[in-house]
């Protein structure tokens, strides 16, 4: 359970007993029920983290909703985005082992989160990760119903894949941009969950390596 399951819950369950002992016990209804949802909302399973070198996980539970080539500067990469309702696990995990290098807070509109526009558009956190020779990219995107977006680690931290990073509130959406030469694991569709599902396979730095002497290595042959 996140702590904020309390911070909700709690003054709802004492709103509730208060009205019923005032007025009829048919009122505390409504707040307690309110307060078992926010219980339920934040919620924090344990999960079984995928152990296989390149594994990329899902930062967080939900739907793929867009399996697409995007370009970054002059580069192509793949973007994979993942639609979390209101009813999905909302603690975000890391998507890979690695550094966060960098940390940025974009300030932006609240669309709703099934909008292609609004990975670009809306309010979130841009997390920049390296991890064995690769930078992931994950994005903490704001929905119509989220208006907060938590993230815990700075720069700088070394975080493991499938660690417990933060969350996002009442519906949104994360995106994970990689590599084009990524493998994907998953198509739109799909259902995740945040740390176990794995969304792509990158390269280890020391098997980019290898395939990329092969050619000298055969011709020293």
């Known amino acids: 359970m996140v702590r904020d399951g309390y911070l909700y819950a709690l003054p709802l369950i004492a709103a509730g007993a208060l009205l019923g002992w005032l007025t009829r016990p048919v009122w505390a209804i409504i707040p307690c029920l309110l307060a078992f949802f926010f219980l339920w909302f934040f919620r924090d399973p344990e999960r079984a983290i995928p152990q296989e070198a390149g594994a990329v996980v899902s930062p967080g539970d939900g739907t793929v909703t867009d399996v697409s080539t995007v370009a970054v500067g002059s580069q192509k990469q793949t973007r994979l985005s993942i639609f979390l309702s209101v009813f999905d696990v909302h603690v975000n995990r890391s998507p890979i082992a690695g550094v966060v290098r960098e940390v940025r807070y974009q300030r932006g509109q609240f669309l709703n989160a099934m909008n292609t526009v609004s990975a670009d558009k809306n309010e979130q956190n ?71 599902t794995v969304l792509a396979y990158v390269q280890p730095q020391g098997a980019l390596a290898t395939a990329a002497n092969a050619p000298a290595i055969e011709r020293a042959r």
């Open 126 to 196: 841009i997390v920049t990760m390296e991890g064995d020779g690769h930078t992931v990219v994950f994005k903490q995107i704001a929905g119509l119903l989220a208006r907060r977006i938590v993230f815990h680690p700075k720069i700088g931290d070394r975080l493991e894949r499938g660690q417990r990073v933060g969350l996002i509130k009442f519906g949104s959406r994360v995106d994970v941009v990689l590599d084009a030469s990524a493998r994907v694991n998953v198509k739109i569709g799909d259902r995740v969950k945040g740390g176990a």
